[in-house]
């Protein structure tokens, strides 16, 4: 269960400000923010392996079952396994995210719950939907009729899918509140289908979907690059290679179009994010895109970067000599932060354009086949091994970070959701550790499933024998 | 179609403390096996759950999102005030997921394995035991929603006798369902004796919890004996888990293991119905008696709506694929050993 965020990086609040000095106790406020961003940022990489890899897993399988080569049977098999171990750890830190919004923010919830609960009620069917064809799937070999077999595989993916575009339904509420009417600090009329369609869902489930493909697709098509690039069990990765790097690749050219389409529609609901993203302090006609630079919160300007004249207001309003709004149109008590969304915002376009750059590579290297065995090819896609994940970390840095100091835009602010309960700090140390020492043994566990593939799938050349 | 998401509640919540609890009782029971025949009945435990633990344990996150779907400011009272254990029940089920699942991954055998095991075991014994002090606590009425001090806000409204020996009684019963449930699984007559003495062993131990949750509610003044026997319906479930539970005794060596697993499902559900039946439809019981009621603390019709048919969608499209796993997997294993 993927959820949403409720901000992040320490340095805008000023997490020096806000240590007690004499006791380097973090404020609890900061830090059920920053047990929230670390939650989902943990949650969010594990969420879209489980939710993307079921596919490439069918496309494999599917090849076996066609034309019988074992190969892919084995790469089926070992990329099941990767799905065993990121669906559960996906699946438990959403049942921890399921409790944190009321740990954490309970004022939120207590209003927010059954506004934006619709599609956490579906979510849930989904991702159990989800559960059973797993089980089905991991266990099935050779049990069942093949086919049935298969298509359990495929279950997994599109309830995977269904669940996370659920998820981020509510996160889109977030950014668009709907369906209730807000009189004088209460909810009235609460309308949750209404809630659920609100303005914000469509891109926002667009620009995840796509991400989420991306980002998945790049990583494991980069630790097959490398195990190639170490001339390992060549045939097998090359295999697995193609079909996680075709899903990247796609993903990766389709992403600048619903990027374009996202940034048009905050440019509309949200412009004090839009604002932040582009570090543009002040309304201006004809507003350039800054590339780069480094945001001067003080003077309100931007050091360093580089101007494309009149494209901000042709990314936001689709004409070169439109006014797009800046921040001084917006109350200074209501702004985001703006160096850390304005340099998520570069990191996160850095990497889509240099993914798809990589892309277009890969598509000349489906025609000039000794590119998919030159070292620097594959070195190329190796090093781009995190970096997809890197840009959704930032992208939802943006959308998060972006939105404050606000939690449901424009009507409650994240300081008036959080717990009354003192001594956060503790339990986000608690759950740092806990994470970051999951992180560590999924790696290792990973390294040792890739370590053992000669041992478990070598399958002697021209061996690929037909059942 | 309020009663319709009660209704649902009460189910997510008594599946996930029969499937879910027996589930975490595989641990347990793995905690009491000897050195001697632990790979025996690791092997027999990991037929038994691998392909369905992660759909049993679906059945909280049901839950948890009826609860702040439709009654969100019992979700968010409960999320403040038990905040601590709530926590700690966390950290096991992370815990606990993902040893089972990295125990089962890891492409090399050697001694991280141990690390795993006694991960497993632990959090197989921590989760279930502050799922019962959490639940103990919505019953005890030491929620005091008006507390100034940390301690009697967030400590004592879950540290006292009687949620502690909820707890137990909990993990007693987790025990219990899982042994039983093994008995089922065993791949020959010696193992069938271990997990029938298990079985035995721990039924007791879960009927000296149970007296032990009755003597702390004498103390901590939970009005817990007025509730299950003032009440027809409530003593009506206690005498049926009796005798229930006095034919699983004359039955436990007969063999008929579906009979077993229904008596034993039986007698858990009928102990859920006599200690939530009562009090009706008040679901937290707070210290001052402004209790958090089902009807009261709901959310609005609109929202009870939606949730109540998404409720209805959803189990058209679960239970019968639910079924067909669990269908599956026994037909399989009668057909293949």
């Not at chain 2, 039986?266 to 958090?292: C, K």
Request: proline residues 4%.
């Amino acid at each position: 269960m993927a959820l949403y965020n409720n901000g992040l990086w320490a340095v805008d609040y000023g997490l020096f400000r806000n240590f007690d000095s004499n006791r380097f106790i973090m404020d609890d406020f900061l830090a059920a923010r920053m047990q929230m961003a670390l939650s989902l940022g943990f949650h969010i990489i594990y969420a879209c392996i489980g939710m993307v890899m079921p596919f490439f897993m069918a496309v494999s399988h599917y090849k076996w079952l066609r034309n019988g080569n074992d190969v892919y049977k084995n790469i089926t098999k070992a990329w099941s396994k990767g799905v065993a171990i990121f669906f559960a750890t996906g699946a438990v830190s959403g049942t921890v995210l399921s409790f944190e919004l009321g740990l954490l923010w309970p004022e939120f919830m207590k209003h927010a719950g059954p506004i934006f609960g619709m599609p956490f009620s579906l979510e849930g069917t989904a991702f159990f939907i989800e559960a059973i064809a797993l089980g089905f799937f991991l266990y099935g070999w050779d049990r069942f009729n093949k086919w049935f077999h298969w298509f359990t595989g495929v279950v997994v993916g599109v309830s995977g899918l269904a669940s996370g575009i659920l998820v981020v339904s509510a996160n889109a509420w977030m950014n668009s509140p709907a369906g209730f009417d807000y009189v004088n600090g209460e909810y009235l009329n609460i309308d949750p289908i209404k809630a659920m369609f609100n303005d914000a869902w469509a891109l926002q489930a667009l620009h995840m979907t796509i991400a989420a493909f991306a980002s998945t697709g790049f990583a494991v098509a980069g630790v097959h690059a490398a195990m190639m690039v170490q001339k390992k069990n060549v045939n097998f990765h090359l295999k697995a290679f193609r079909i996680a790097a075709s899903f990247g690749a796609i993903a990766a050219l389709l992403q600048p179009l619903s990027g374009d389409l996202s940034a048009k529609d905050v440019a509309k609901r949200q412009p004090a994010k839009l604002a932040a993203m582009e570090a543009h302090y002040h309304t201006q006609a004809s507003a350039p895109l800054l590339i780069g630079g480094i945001p001067d919160p003080e003077n309100k300007k931007v050091d360093y970067a580089l101007e494309i004249p009149g494209m901000l207001s042709y990314l936001a309003h689709g004409n070169f000599s439109a006014e797009v709004k800046g921040l001084d149109t917006i109350p200074e008590r209501d702004h985001p932060p703006v160096p850390v969304v304005h340099y998520a915002f570069q990191v996160m376009v850095g990497i889509g354009t240099f993914l798809m750059v990589l892309s277009v590579m890969l598509l000349i290297a489906f025609r000039r086949k000794q590119w998919l065995s030159a070292r620097w090819f594959l070195m190329l896609f190796a090093l781009a091994t995190p970096l997809g994940f890197i840009a959704v970390e930032a992208g939802w840095t943006v959308t998060e970070v972006g939105r404050q100091p606000w939690i449901i835009q424009g009507i409650m602010r994240t300081a008036d959701a959080v717990t009354p309960m003192p001594g956060i700090a503790w339990s986000f140390y608690l759950f740092t550790a806990v994470y970051i020492s999951l992180s560590i043994v999924i790696i290792f566990l990973l390294h040792r499933q890739i370590k053992m593939v000669p041992v478990q799938y070598d399958v002697p050349a021209g061996s690929s024998q037909k059942h | 179609m309020e009663y319709i998401v009660i209704t649902y509640l009460w189910l997510a919540i008594v599946l996930y403390f029969l499937l879910g609890g027996a589930d975490f009782g595989v641990g347990i029971i793995e905690m009491f096996t000897s050195t001697k025949n632990i790979s025996r009945t690791r092997r027999t435990m990991y037929h038994a759950i691998g392909p369905i633990w992660e759909a049993n344990h679906m059945w909280l996150i049901i839950a948890i999102v009826i609860l702040f779907v439709g009654f969100p400011v019992i979700y968010s009272q409960l999320s403040v005030h038990l905040h601590i254990p709530l926590v700690i029940l966390l950290l096991g089920i992370i815990a606990r997921g993902t040893a089972f699942v990295f125990r089962h991954y890891d492409a090399v055998r050697d001694n991280m394995q141990e690390i795993y095991n006694s991960i497993f075991v632990w959090s197989s014994f921590i989760t279930p035991l502050f799922l019962g002090i959490i639940a103990g606590s919505v019953l005890s009425g030491h929620i005091d929603a008006k507390a100034h001090d940390f301690a009697t806000a967030y400590v004592f409204s879950w540290l006292n006798w009687f949620s502690v020996a909820v707890g137990l009684f909990t993990v007693a019963l987790c025990g219990f369902l899982a042994s039983v449930y093994l008995i089922g699984e065993a791949e020959d007559a010696k193992d069938h004796h271990r997990f029938i003495h298990k079985a035995k062993t721990m039924n007791i131990a879960a009927v000296c919890c149970g007296a032990l949750v009755f003597l702390a509610a004498q103390v901590e003044r939970v009005p817990l004996a007025n509730w299950i026997f003032g009440d027809a319906v409530g003593l009506s479930a206690v005498i049926l888990a009796t005798l229930s539970l006095v034919l699983l005794w004359t039955q436990i060596g007969s063999g008929r293991t579906t009979l077993l697993r229904i008596l034993v499902g039986f007698q858990v559900t009928m102990i859920l119905l006599a200690i939530s039946y009562a009090h009706f439809p008040d679901f937290v019981i707070i210290r001052n008696g402004e209790n958090l009621s089902l009807f009261t603390a709901q959310a609005p019709e609109k929202t009870m709506q939606a949730l109540g048919s998404a409720l209805l969608i959803g189990s058209v499209l679960i239970l019968p694929a639910l079924f067909y796993l669990y269908y599956s997997f026994q037909k399989k294993k009668v057909n293949g050993s």
